[in-house]
């Protein structure tokens, strides 16, 4: 299969508790909040503002490896619609579709990381006119229309990804992203983290998921979600920031203030390290 290495190393939630803000967007700059002095006076309430999660990217470098994988990931689909036709035969120019598409598609993420969302917007679209069942096609185009503010376009785009792969976990995360901060849908925003989890389980899925869940009220499914995220990265500050939220709001406040001391400690702590 074709590699899709995630380079978009996903953000805080929020750091209200810490007195950071990390301005992050699917589609631009991100703030890294290692790099901002923490405030231990500053203390989150519940309804602290949340910063948007950052859409996983999955850059497909050309070289001559990801280029045999495009080979063989297009072989293995052409092969299967041949099977159905009777013929498994693989097409020297089916292989250089895909390899040319790969190049579109790499190209796209060289133009949205300068900013030049249409430019980007384009190659994807280039690529697909090659190769209609690239799924990391849409899934970087959808990035590139978040970036330009089409959140329609994305969502759509990220269904296709889907359909194509109903296994890319990072497909349902990113959707889920957008139907919770940009169009005010949290049934499906936990339905699509909810997905992501059982994919393929990450802290910052269950994090999300846990801030959805506190956002509907559901305390205590917040705390578990927060726990499972720590569980999972047990030096995640933000997963204990906020279920110290989640746990104040549910009226438990020694075990809240020891997830802020912990979270605390944590952002000291990493803050050194980059110091060092």
Same mark, same amino acid.
């Given at each position: 299969?074709?590699?899709?290495?995630?380079?978009?190393?996903?953000?805080?939630?929020?750091?209200?508790?810490?007195?950071?803000?990390?301005?992050?967007?699917?589609?631009?700059?991100?703030?890294?909040?290692?790099?901002?002095?923490?405030?231990?006076?500053?203390?989150?309430?519940?309804?602290?503002?949340?910063?948007?999660?950052?859409?996983?990217?999955?850059?497909?470098?050309?070289?001559?490896?990801?280029?045999?994988?495009?080979?063989?990931?297009?072989?293995?689909?052409?092969?299967?619609?041949?099977?159905?036709?009777?013929?498994?035969?693989?097409?020297?120019?089916?292989?250089?579709?895909?390899?040319?598409?790969?190049?579109?598609?790499?190209?796209?993420?060289?133009?949205?990381?300068?900013?030049?969302?249409?430019?980007?917007?384009?190659?994807?679209?280039?690529?697909?006119?090659?190769?209609?069942?690239?799924?990391?096609?849409?899934?970087?185009?959808?990035?590139?229309?978040?970036?330009?503010? *089409?959140?329609? +376009? /994305?969502?759509? !785009?990220?269904?296709?990804? =889907?359909? %194509? @792969? #109903?296994?890319?976990?990072? $497909? &349902?995360?990113?959707?889920?992203?957008?139907?919770?901060?940009?169009?005010?849908?949290?049934?499906?925003?936990?339905?699509?983290?909810?997905?992501?989890?059982?994919?393929?389980?990450?802290?910052?899925?269950?994090?999300?998921?846990?801030?959805?869940?506190?956002?509907?009220? *559901?305390?205590? +499914? /917040?705390?578990? !979600?927060?726990?499972?995220? =720590?569980? %999972? @990265? #047990?030096?995640?500050?933000? $997963? &204990?920031?906020?279920?110290?939220?989640?746990?104040?709001?549910?009226?438990?406040?020694?075990?809240?203030?020891?997830?802020?001391?912990?979270?605390?400690?944590?952002?000291?702590?990493?803050?050194?390290?980059?110091?060092?």
């Amino acid at each position: 299969m074709m590699t899709r290495v995630p380079f978009a190393v996903l953000l805080p939630v929020g750091l209200a508790f810490f007195g950071l803000s990390a301005c992050v967007d699917g589609g631009g700059a991100s703030q890294d909040p290692d790099e901002l002095v923490p405030t231990p006076t500053a203390v989150a309430s519940p309804d602290a503002t949340q910063t948007e999660a950052p859409a996983v990217e999955k850059p497909i470098t050309a070289t001559p490896e990801t280029a045999a994988a495009a080979d063989e990931s297009s072989a293995e689909a052409v092969e299967e619609e041949d099977e159905e036709d009777g013929d498994a035969e693989v097409s020297e120019e089916d292989l250089r579709r895909a390899r040319e598409a790969s190049m579109w598609i790499d190209r796209g993420i060289a133009n949205r990381g300068i900013g030049s969302y249409d430019e980007a917007i384009a190659d994807y679209g280039k690529a697909l006119a090659l190769d209609a069942s690239n799924s990391n096609a849409f899934y970087n185009r959808a990035i590139a229309k978040k970036a330009k503010g *089409d959140v329609t +376009g /994305a969502i759509a !785009d990220y269904s296709e990804t =889907i359909k %194509l @792969n #109903p296994q890319d976990s990072d $497909a &349902y995360f990113n959707r889920a992203s957008i139907y919770h901060y940009d169009l005010n849908a949290p049934e499906k925003a936990l339905a699509d983290y909810t997905r992501s989890i059982d994919i393929k389980p990450s802290a910052d899925a269950y994090t999300y998921r846990g801030v959805v869940r506190f956002a509907r009220r *559901d305390y205590q +499914g /917040a705390i578990a !979600d927060h726990t499972k995220a =720590i569980e %999972l @990265n #047990p030096d995640y500050a933000v $997963a &204990y920031n906020h279920r110290g939220i989640a746990r104040n709001a549910a009226g438990d406040a020694r075990g809240s203030k020891l997830d802020y001391a912990r979270a605390l400690d944590l952002a000291n702590s990493q803050l050194d390290q980059r110091k060092q």
